[in-house]
């Protein structure tokens, strides 16, 4: 994936399709809310499916008009709400998009002795305590640039899947005897020292550890949407055509001075 923000044009080029910047997203509950908007409207799709599915294989014309009139109240709800997504973030979910995360922020969950030190410590800013029912957190680290996100986000999944990886392995020594035992025994113990050393890296890196618990919050995040070739060419006029104004309206503006 590439970005390719320019002067004129925030896009993202991948697999040789392109995406255009539509809106940002500029607060952790902004952030919040578009996710909880989207997961809905996928629920709402995946509702629609089932009902799809049903109506097939129902035996009665009476149940397929049921589920017909169920079909469509559903899909009504699904266009008002897709168009809702619309208005407020300027792309269509019927649409390909990418949701490029640009600010992320680390925190890591406290016992309460720990939560009560920081509170207690002067030096701790307030917004950098954060509680979530029971569970306490602290800031530990806060990740700017989508490139930067991406690559937590890859190298986190990486440390999840070796951990994942190993006890599986362990699961399945337990189960086995003789020299697949210890074919067994001797790769956990190989696996765990490459998961040691990600994890340290990690924590050197980002101050996280697997051997906590944490949480992640989105400060900040862009919409591409995709767009064909004709789309692409509109929107890089429009962006120079607004950069020329803005340039236009800069020097008259001095002049003025």
């Known amino acids: ?34 996710m909880r908007n989207v997961n809905l409207v996928n629920q709402q799709r995946r509702q629609i499916a089932l009902l799809e599915e049903a109506r097939k294989i129902v035996s ?43 600010k992320t922020r680390i925190f890591i969950k406290l016992t309460d002795d720990e939560y009560k030190k920081a509170k207690d410590d002067p030096a701790t800013k307030p917004e950098d305590l954060l509680v979530r029912g029971d569970d306490k957190f602290r800031l530990i680290a806060v990740i700017p640039g989508v490139e930067e996100n991406n690559l937590f986000r890859r190298n986190v999944q990486l440390v999840q899947a070796q951990r994942s990886r190993i006890v599986q392995m362990r699961q399945a020594a337990e189960n086995a005897s003789g020299e697949e035992k210890a074919k067994l025994e001797e790769e956990i113990k190989k696996a765990e020292e490459v998961l040691v050393k990600n994890n340290e890296e990690m924590t050197k890196r980002y101050g996280f550890s697997l051997a906590r618990d944490y949480l992640m919050e989105i400060e900040e995040s862009k919409l591409y949407t995709l767009v064909n070739e004709e789309e692409f060419l509109k929107a890089e006029k429009a962006a120079a055509d607004a950069e020329l104004a803005a340039g236009a309206k800069k020097i008259v503006e001095e002049a003025k001075n």
């Open 1 to 34: 994936m590439t970005n390719a923000t320019s002067s004129k044009l925030d896009y993202i080029e991948q697999n040789g399709q392109k995406f255009i910047h539509v809106s940002t997203i500029g607060t952790v509950e902004a952030n919040r809310q578009f």
């Open 60 to 102: 009665t014309e009476d149940a397929r008009s049921a589920l017909a009139k169920e079909i469509d109240a559903a899909a009504k709800k699904l266009e008002e709400n897709n168009a809702t997504m619309a208005k407020s973030y300027g792309y269509s979910l019927a649409r390909k998009y990418i949701h490029a995360v640009v």
